[in-house]
């Protein structure tokens, strides 16, 4: 019997998961830690590569100010699949849900579980709570757009019928003479 060998599986490149930057506060550390280490690449002038140089220097360097920054301020983008409206704070309550559900399993204290326990509760209903807020206002939002879509179609068809009054009366004055 013969094996077949399966080939050689390709790697997907990581990604960064730049939905964070939605949120303003990440969005502000990342654009401030970019802007100090540009700052620090064209402060120190050894660092700096002169024109004689090839651009793939400099390209290499910026790469990876960029590469690092996204790393230490976005993160890689994980395998699930988020939904678009859950916003960022739900998403830490439910983080913190998850460490929290973390600290019961490891604990073996029965004291500590219950703590561990009242606190994740509280945790479970406040995401509960923050879901269904967020899923709501998503909704609201959709509705809104939808609405707004609808009266700007209206307003395109009330056109469309006011052109066509009017060069059916254009037509009638012409037949008349």
């Not at 793939?56 to 360097?61: A, L, M, Y």
Request: charge should be positive.
């Amino acid at each position: 019997m013969k094996l077949r060998s399966t080939g050689r599986k390709t790697l997907v490149p990581t990604r960064y998961d730049i939905e964070k930057l939605q949120d303003h506060k990440v969005k502000n550390a990342f654009i401030l830690q970019l802007k100090n280490k540009f700052q620090a690449l064209t402060d120190n002038p050894d660092i700096v590569p002169s024109e004689t140089t090839e651009v793939n220097t400099k390209w290499d360097q910026i790469r990876t100010i960029y590469e690092t920054t996204s790393q230490d301020c976005l993160g890689f983008k994980q395998g699930k699949k988020m939904k678009k409206w859950i916003t960022p704070g739900t998403w830490k309550v439910i983080e913190e849900r998850r460490h929290m559900n973390k600290k019961i399993l490891d604990t073996k204290s029965e004291r500590l579980q219950e703590r561990h326990k009242a606190a994740y509760r509280v945790l479970d209903k406040n995401v509960k709570r923050m879901a269904r807020a967020d899923k709501r206002a998503y909704m609201e939002d959709l509705a809104k757009q939808a609405e707004e879509a609808a009266e700007k179609v209206r307003d395109s068809r009330r056109d469309q019928l006011k052109r066509v009054v009017y060069y059916s009366t254009l037509r009638t004055w012409n037949v008349d003479r």
